[in-house]
């Protein structure tokens, strides 16, 4: 079973950039997805970006033109950069990798606390 594990997280200034990593115990390039998710306090988990096993990337309406995912297959690690960042992207970011099958892992999570 493929392991993900999230770092990068911290707090930050309103208007500040963090960038948030995700690597895997095993091959993202095999995924037919990978995405970031986040979750504010009590609240239901929400999809931030992902990206296909084609290339192709999709936003969710309030980070798009702010957040950049990516990943680099040779390291198998998924990246968000995040611009611009203001106070309500605070959460904790999680990772996920769908293999498809009924197969999806979760990383545990990296806290984002962005200052006004």
């Known amino acids: 079973q493929v392991q993900l594990v999230e770092s990068g997280g911290g707090l930050v200034q309103a208007g500040g950039s963090l960038r948030l990593s995700c690597a895997a115990s095993g091959s993202i390039s095999s995924s037919i997805a990978m995405g970031w998710y986040r979750q504010h306090p009590g609240k239901q988990r929400e999809l931030v970006a992902t990206i296909v ?60 606390t962005v200052s006004s």
């Open 53 to 112: 096993s084609g290339g192709g990337t999709i936003y969710a309406g309030s980070v798009k033109g702010r957040f950049t995912i990516s990943t680099d297959n040779s390291k198998n690690t998924m990246y968000l950069q995040m611009n611009s960042l203001r106070p309500e992207d605070t959460a904790v970011y999680y990772c996920n990798a769908d293999y498809g099958i009924g197969m999806s892992v979760w990383g545990q999570g990296t806290q984002v």
